[in-house]
């Protein structure tokens, strides 16, 4: 069956450090790969997407996220996080040739000054 | 232009009341999506639409939510008779014309709250 595991459920990191979140996920095929973020009361947001092709995505906010087809991760990263990164962030696997997308249950960061 | 936009945003019923959540998706967008999203969870898929017709609602969790998009814009989850297990956040969101590769944007959802 198809998974998602965010193993980190909250993250806390000082401002201007670096930053990385985990997602592995479980596919009998590779599936299409997207990362949002959500902010207290707001929709989700993308953050970036990876179909094929360059396995380093580069998304908007500075963040980037490497697909590893070996270990089966797509983890975010940002080299350097603002207190207004402070949010809930998911990773959503899209099996091929599916519609809707299959939410991790998200790592909530918090920034402190 | 404008985003994906829900109302209400917040909604409380009591037990046994029936409800009806709309959402609004951007003008032009084909495709629509409900997802559940309970307290510390992510989002869970409901149902799927292509213009009017609903072509997945596997993940509808009982015979009590239904939904519409009778004329391919607007669309309406209804869910009767509500219980206490209802009580989450639902999610919309639209996207381009068909693929599984097209993002899918999200209104701010409705907090439904079951007393």
């Known amino acids: 069956a198809q998974s998602v595991t965010q193993p980190d459920i909250h993250i806390t990191v000082s401002e201007g450090a670096s930053l990385e979140l985990r997602c592995n996920y479980s596919?009998?095929?590779?599936?299409?790969l997207f990362w949002y973020v959500q902010s207290p009361g707001q929709g989700l947001q993308l953050l970036l997407k990876y179909f094929s092709g360059d396995t380093l995505v580069q998304g908007i906010k500075g963040f980037e996220a490497e697909f590893k087809r070996s270990q089966s991760s797509f983890n975010l990263r940002k080299p350097s996080v603002h207190w207004s990164d402070a949010a809930e962030y998911f990773c959503?696997?899209?099996?091929?040739?599916?519609?809707?997308?299959?939410f991790g249950t998200g790592t909530r960061l918090t920034v402190i000054p | 232009g404008a985003g994906v936009s829900q109302s209400p945003r917040y909604k409380v019923a009591k037990r046994g009341q029936d409800v009806a959540l709309r959402c609004d998706p951007i003008s032009g967008h084909v495709s629509l999506f409900w997802y559940q999203q309970a307290l510390g969870q992510g989002p869970e898929f409901l149902t799927y639409f292509q213009n009017e017709a609903q072509l997945d609602k596997s993940g509808l969790p009982s015979d009590r939510f239904f939904a519409e998009r009778p004329e391919g814009s607007v669309s309406t989850l209804k869910i009767q008779r509500t219980q206490q297990e209802d009580s989450a956040v639902y999610l919309c969101a639209s996207s381009p014309p068909t693929s599984d590769t097209d993002t899918q944007y999200f209104g701010p959802g409705t907090r439904l709250t079951v007393l």
């Open positions: 596919y009998g095929a590779t599936p299409y």
């Open positions: 959503a696997p899209n099996q091929t040739g599916a519609n809707n997308l299959f």
